[in-house]
């Protein structure tokens, strides 16, 4: 199929065009659940039906076409290691949450997207720009949110078969089985013989991944106020890939086992005007590296722990506002039974407050906090936004926050680690306008992000982990549209993210330009999908001139329902087979086909 073809099936010849964010609440602002649009701050919504239309592989795959996104790190296909920026910060400058808790891989350094599952996700919320003086530590790029608790009656069986020998087999059971009581489970297998990443050299073999993992949830509400949940989500993966010879110059580590978990717990109170809720939480990451030649005994651990205890009160004192108020309390820990990582424990203890309200068309939000570092001392960080309602379905919103973020135990403790780095701090300025139509929503996001004190690796082994400055500045532009039966989704974002340190040099892994089209429609009960991703040139690494060309890959999607209860689908990603790597020397996958089928009782 040519690619004027394939744009061609999709053109629109009518054009009304359907707004479904107006329903849409959210919990991702400030911790609260609030209409989408009230939010000062641009966030993305992906829901269930969205993520099934999609047929991701991995989070990689549902995630690098959303604004702001770019997964400058891909050693590969699934499960190969990747690393996400947002907004051109480092790949540990965005807050990961699960079910609305930090997760456990937060505190060894950044979250491995491909390594988490897939299957189990009912929604993700994604929000851009520094959420510090809410979230605290860490959330200077963003804060994105993966939710696998269902509030929706559904038991589902999903099989998968595909390239390289890839299969994949899922359970989900969400039921209600009494007014007040809601169960989950949620299960899953997939194992891929993969292929080589690296291409000639010693290591002439198939790298291959396979993953399991487990969700348990229980809700139940005590009475018509208290509501209280449970839940335990958890996997394990197992990985071979390949060393990068000419940086090790001797046989490094080929395989990987990554074991986490994470276990969290909270009551929410509900009433007119006040609501709060108190949460617990206890995560677990181990990551175990070894060379098969030398055996698995050898292997390098790293295991990390976090624990976090966290509380919030809003106070709806009229249709206009809210007052909030909360606190947190969070301890890192390195487990690590190998003698090579060793760290003492580390406290995190915040409390903020915030305030938000409505004027006829102005709206105003200010939030302030205070953390107190056990190992980094007290940083105090605000946010403040105010948007205004304009003729013609307009809003325009200007923002201003503050962040920081210590550095993390790989980068104090690990390999380059550094133990006389500084906190990162950071100042973002952004102005945002919308537009909202009958035929189509769109919007631009101005923003300058300064970061003092910024942690990047510079190549070596010994105190090779360094701070600069950096000062990055960006727009985004996202085009949503129903054009006829098609529906459409732009975005484009240029993002100048510079090392003032070394002569403005473009931080490593980020491209200037990013661009991407997906288009869905439904043509006689079969749900279709294409999408265009562009990502353009970046440098290889701090300390190299090595430059990555620009690349364009296209996916295409279908889904059939055969029956009522019985789903048919099938995916092609990479559909012209484009050569290419996001990282050098390590090949990204050529084209790929996957095809499956779901069955709902």
Known sequence: MSKKLLVAALLPWAAYAQNSSDSTNITIYNRVEQPLTSALAPVEVITKAEIERRQPRSLVDLLEALPGMQFGSQYGGVGQGSSLFVRGTNSDHVLVLLNGRPMA?????????????????????????????????????????????????????????????????????????????????????????????????????????????????????????WIWDANFNGWENNLEYDFYEPVWGSPGSDSNQTTAYQIDTGIRYQDGLFNGQLNASYGEYEAKDWNKQNGRHTADITNTATTRIDGLIQYQYSEQGYALAGMDWQQDRLLSKSTSATAPNRDNSGVFASLYHTWSALTFELTGRVDDNEQFGTHDTWQSAIGVELPGQHKATVSYGTAFKAPTFSNLYGFGGNL?????????????????????????????????????????????????????????????????????????????????????????????????????????????????????????????????????????????PLTPNLTLNGKINNLFDKDYQVVDTYDAPDMEFYVGADYRF
């Open 105 to 225: 891989q937060m505190v060894s350094s950044n979250v491995d997207f491909s390594q988490l599952p897939v299957s189990n996700v009912e929604r993700i919320e994604y929000i851009r720009g520094p959420r510090a003086a809410i979230y605290g530590s860490r959330a200077i790029g963003g804060v994105v949110n993966i939710i696998t608790t269902s509030q929706v009656n559904s038991t589902q069986i999903g099989v998968t078969t595909g390239s390289n020998d890839y299969y994949a087999a899922d359970v989900s059971i969400n039921q209600w089985v009494t007014d007040a009581t809601r169960l989950q489970l949620a299960t899953g297998y997939r194992e891929t013989r993969g292929y080589d990443v690296i291409p000639g050299n010693s290591q002439s073999d198939r790298d291959g991944f396979d993953s399991k993992n487990l969700t348990l949830g229980i809700e139940h509400q005590l009475d018509q106020s």
């Open 420 to 560: 006389e780095l500084n906190p990162e701090e950071s100042e973002n300025w952004e102005l945002g306008l919308t537009g909202n139509y009958s035929l189509l929503d769109w919007q631009v996001n101005f923003y300058r992000n300064e970061i003092d004190n910024l942690i990047i690796y510079q190549g070596g082994n010994i105190n090779s982990t360094k701070n600069t400055d950096a000062l990055i500045k960006g727009v985004e532009v996202v085009v949503k549209a129903a054009t006829g039966p098609v529906n459409h989704t732009l975005s484009y974002d240029y993002t100048d993210a510079e090392d003032g340190n070394n002569e403005g040099r473009q931080l490593a892994r980020r491209a200037r330009r990013k661009a991407s089209w997906t288009g869905d429609i439904d043509i006689a009960g079969v749900d279709l999908f294409a999408q265009i991703l562009y990502v353009g040139e970046r440098n290889d690494s701090a300390y190299s001139d090595v430059v990555m060309p620009s690349y364009t890959i296209w996916n295409i999607g279908a889904r059939y």
